[in-house]
């Protein structure tokens, strides 16, 4: 069974993946959250790692299958910008 998502991605990764849950592209994403395109990029490239799905598709996907419990926790929580 695959970790929960708060045990496996920091808060940081965690918001930005919400957001591309959203249907967010990375332009959309940065400005939600006032980072850098390049910071969002490499939250999403942590995330595909440490999920060992292959995209953002998959990651998604898994998120949705393998972690609706725990993803819905963590939706109730904090959705605050970063701080800058």
Same mark, same amino acid.
Request: hydrophobic share 45%; charged share 20%.
């Given at each position: 069974?695959?970790?929960? &998502?708060?045990?496996? $991605?920091?808060?940081?990764?965690? *918001?930005?993946? =919400?957001? !591309?849950?959203?249907? /967010?592209?990375?332009?959309?994403?940065?400005?939600?959250?006032?980072?850098?395109?390049?910071?969002?990029?490499?939250? &999403?490239?942590?995330? $595909?790692?440490?999920?060992?799905? *292959?995209?953002? =598709?998959? !990651?998604?996907?898994? /998120?949705?299958?393998?972690?609706?419990?725990?993803?819905?926790?963590?939706?109730?929580?904090?959705?605050?910008?970063?701080?800058?």
């Amino acid at each position: 069974m695959k970790p929960r &998502i708060p045990n496996l $991605l920091t808060p940081a990764e965690q *918001r930005v993946v =919400l957001l !591309l849950l959203e249907g /967010l592209n990375n332009r959309a994403i940065a400005q939600r959250l006032v980072i850098s395109h390049r910071t969002v990029e490499c939250h &999403i490239s942590r995330a $595909l790692r440490k999920s060992g799905c *292959r995209n953002r =598709l998959d !990651l998604v996907l898994w /998120l949705i299958s393998d972690q609706g419990p725990a993803l819905n926790r963590l939706a109730a929580g904090t959705m605050q910008p970063m701080p800058a």
